[in-house]
């Protein structure tokens, strides 16, 4: 019922930096965690980082330093700044949230949704 939709993925270069958004939709009662998984080619798929409702973050050692997530609670929306970019960080990125929605006999229940993943390149 809630669904997430990613963007701003692409190729660019070593050191370069991108942009990612997920907004969530739907019949939203509240959003707790927000998270960015990613999965390489032949790998399994990773928490990059996640963020609270508070706005608390945690981090992979990874991309400690360059990565930033962040939230507009607002617009249900999280977002995940990369920066100095290589190529090891090269992977199909996840959106993932939990948190409460209103179902069709309008009680909040629970859920935990995936977004369809974002590829992101990064190659000279």
């Known amino acids: 019922q809630v669904q997430l939709v990613e963007s701003g993925g692409g190729l660019v270069q070593p050191g370069g930096s991108l942009r990612l958004s997920c907004a969530a939709s739907?019949?939203?009662?509240?959003?707790?965690?927000m998270r960015w998984f990613r999965q390489a080619p032949g790998k399994q798929r990773d928490l990059v980082a996640h963020?609270?409702?508070?706005?608390?973050?945690t981090y992979a050692d990874s991309v400690k330093g360059r990565f930033t997530i962040s939230r507009d609670n607002a617009k249900n929306t999280v977002y995940l700044q990369m920066n100095t970019l290589k190529p090891e960080d090269t992977a199909v990125y996840y959106c993932?949230?939990?948190?409460?929605?209103?179902?069709?006999?309008?009680?909040?229940?629970?859920?935990?949704?995936w977004g369809q993943g974002t590829q992101v390149t990064v190659s000279s």
């Open positions: 993932n949230a939990d948190g409460s929605y209103y179902d069709s006999g309008a009680r909040v229940v629970g859920f935990n949704s």
């Open positions: 739907g019949p939203i009662f509240s959003i707790y965690f």
């Open positions: 963020i609270s409702s508070g706005g608390s973050t």
